[in-house]
């Protein structure tokens, strides 16, 4: 059956890291990705042209990789998926300008996917598709999507009216000091925190009507937590190291507590009883505690990827690119362009 | 080689031809590109003759960053897929190539900020100097603002001179660095040297060996006073850049032997803060001036000394062996143990 399912090449470079994945069908033979994290380390966030420039030295280094570990060669590729948005422009410009070359050399069609869908299409490669409540968190977005499916219906439920979660941890671990990226160090520094210590804002949870609700329920806002803690540590110059702790495992709180609930609301909502949540925050480690909790209380299936899955790489977009090839959904035009706001209504194509 | 795939998206005009040897099978453009991305495709699913091609070229800039990168990644990708070479040239030579020159010309296009990307060729079309990025009013006219052409491009590639590996950036992303919290200096020791000796090889075109490092140090802390830069944020301290000084005593000059910025540091004022250093002790060790020679292409250092008082008083034919002159800048020092006679 093997030799039958398509061989997809995925490429993604919509932000900091270019991410090549080889998927068949459904099962992934190659995942690699290389990271411009250090370099932006330097500049304390991710630079768009620091970024563009780290593609286009990391991409063919990472193809090679990524067709060593697949044991497979360029010439037996049925179709390449690329991201064309949401993401960076200079970035996106890298991966959709690598694989159109790429597709025009070797003369196979092109996918041009979305970024969010290709999140959610990685369950793919460990679970038959299902309709599914998705929560995606990361540096770049939040948003509540009800899939039905994956290459057809997907509808934003809500995003967030300011920063992605993955930016507040990223900003409140610069206030306490922390390195960039700041959300792995503060999950780990906020283990030793008491979550309970400090009572920050949960944005986003009361309405004043129904009319409110309806517009707000699956929204998110991170500016006020932000201000909240800002404020907190204004007033309390000297921390000692244990009310670093409390601080940070108080703010990781108030934005996971926020996360969740919303996410089960929509589960609620809609009907459907699976949540899958994707995207680097679902890495931190309060998250998937709260969530397995909250799944259980409710009777929810809870889908969280393996970090390397949900983190951006090029299998997701892969395992999208094959789950089109598969449904029959024609290819993009060879002349495809990438598309920095692209809306998730646009799942493929 | 017999048949190239060209391609140039080093200008607003995204660029693809057929060409083989002197003769042009097919070619065609698309004008005013923002991103080129779409063009190219479109291009490419036109052109004619590809099926025999066995090589690519492709433009290397300089030009805007976003679409050579496009053209760049995209040659390449095709190049790969077909698994036959990619020859990557410097675009301004394909102009170049592109024109009938009547004499020796200086060829430019457009930098955008006021500023031209330019360098100057022979009659032949091959370049004799450097590729500049420059305040347009300092460029010297010449053949301006045209493009290159798949014969340009292929042309280009016959020439070792016009072969490039790299995209010709020119300039640095436009971004602020984030403040470097963790930056200590002190005084160099001596198991410092491996970390050294990598900066300046990175740095200099004729680095200093180990052995005149440790012929330096032999003279500290008498006549020899060297300092690092250490960058402590991470797990393990990096050497971020080092400097030193040479002195005799009291009223006489100080010479700066060295000071390096590591490439990945440079940028954020590490220099200056080293120079600020020495300069204190040079007042500290009563000096009357204090004087360093810099390579006269050396144009940040340049920038960095005049910018703090320095003047130039001499130049140095030669002094750098095969990699040109030095110039002799100083500073003079009014200390006060000077005016009154001297105490030191
Ligand atoms: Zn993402």
């Known amino acids: 059956m093997s030799s039958h399912e398509p061989l997809v090449l995925g490429i993604e470079t919509s932000c900091d890291e270019t991410g090549i994945g080889i998927v068949r069908g459904k099962s992934l033979l190659a995942n690699e990705i290389a990271s411009s994290v250090a370099e932006q380390a330097r500049y304390g966030g991710v630079v768009p042209e620091v970024a563009a420039r780290a593609h286009l030295e990391a991409f063919y280094p990472t193809l090679d990789r990524a067709l060593a570990t697949g044991r497979v060669q360029l010439k037996d590729f049925d179709a390449i998926a690329v991201t064309r948005g949401p993401g960076l422009a200079g970035p996106l410009l890298v991966g959709t300008g690598g694989a159109t070359g790429l597709a025009a050399g070797l003369g196979i069609p092109i996918y041009g996917v979305n970024h969010l869908a290709a999140h959610i299409a990685v369950d793919s490669l460990e679970h038959e598709p299902e309709p599914t409540i998705a929560l995606l968190v990361s540096g770049g977005h939040t948003s509540i999507l009800e899939v039905r499916d994956i290459n057809s219906d997907i509808k934003q439920l809500g995003s967030t009216f300011d920063d992605a979660a993955g930016e507040a941890f990223d900003k409140i671990a610069r206030i306490l000091g922390l390195p960039f990226p700041g959300g792995p160090h503060l999950d780990r520094l906020a283990r030793e925190g008491d979550r309970d210590a400090i009572d920050f804002p949960r944005g986003m949870t009361l309405f004043a009507d129904e009319q409110e609700r309806g517009a707000k329920e699956f929204s998110f806002s991170f500016s006020g937590l932000k201000s909240a803690v800002a404020r907190w540590i204004e007033k309390n110059p000297q921390l000692t190291d244990s009310e670093r702790a409390n601080v940070a495992a108080s703010f990781q709180e108030a934005v996971v507590d926020v996360l969740t609930a919303k996410a089960f609301a929509a589960c609620k909502r809609t009907g459907i009883d699976r949540l899958l949540i994707a995207g680097g925050v679902a890495a931190n480690s309060r998250l998937r505690a709260l969530a397995s909790e909250r799944a259980e209380r409710a009777g929810v299936t809870l889908t969280i990827p393996t970090p390397e899955l949900c983190t951006d790489n090029g299998a997701m977009v892969a395992a999208l690119g094959a789950l089109a090839v598969r449904a029959g959904i024609a290819p993009s035009a060879l002349a495809l362009d990438v598309e920095p706001g692209l809306p998730i209504a646009a799942a493929s194509n | ?344």
């Open chain 2, 1 to 344: 080689m017999k048949r190239a795939l060209t391609i140039d998206t080093s200008t607003a005009r995204t660029i693809v031809g057929v060409v083989e040897n002197e003769r042009v099978i097919w070619s065609d453009f698309v004008e005013g590109a923002t991103s080129h991305g779409g063009a190219l495709g479109e291009l490419i699913g036109k052109a004619q003759g590809l099926a025999d091609v066995d090589h690519v070229i492709v433009g290397m800039g300089p030009g805007p960053f976003t679409g050579l990168r496009v053209g760049i990644i995209f040659a390449q990708g095709f190049a790969k897929a077909r698994a036959i070479p990619c020859i990557g040239v410097v675009s301004l030579d394909a102009i170049a190539y592109s024109q009938e020159l009547s004499d020796e010309t200086v060829i430019s296009i457009d930098a955008r900020r006021k500023e031209r990307y330019w360098a100057r060729y022979e009659k032949s079309g091959a370049r004799i100097s450097e590729i500049s990025v420059s305040k347009s009013e300092l460029v010297p006219s010449g053949v301006d603002d045209q493009l290159p052409t798949p014969l340009g491009l292929a042309r280009a590639a016959n020439n070792d001179r016009s072969i490039r590996r790299e995209p010709l950036y020119l300039r640095k992303p436009d971004a602020a660095l984030a403040p470097l919290a963790n930056i200590h200096l002190r005084e160099l020791r001596f198991f410092d040297l491996g970390e050294i000796l990598a900066i300046e090889r990175e740095l200099f075109p004729d680095p200093w060996s180990l052995g005149q490092f440790k012929e330096e140090l032999s003279f500290s802390p008498r006549l020899r006073y060297y300092i690092v830069l250490e960058d402590r944020a991470g797990e393990t301290p990096r050497i971020a850049g080092f400097a030193g000084i040479a002195f005799t005593g009291p009223n006489e000059p100080v010479d700066i032997h060295t000071l390096a910025v590591a490439k990945e540091y440079q940028g954020r004022g590490l220099g200056q803060r080293m120079l600020d250093h020495l300069v204190e002790k040079a007042r500290a060790l009563s000096a009357s001036s204090i004087l360093l020679e810099v390579r006269d292409g050396n144009e940040p250092a340049r920038a960095l000394y005049a910018k703090n008082g320095f003047t130039e008083i001499s130049r140095r034919v030669g002094y750098y062996a095969r990699f040109g002159d030095a110039l002799v800048m100083e500073q003079k020092l009014d200390n006060p143990s000077t005016s009154s006679g001297g105490d030191a």
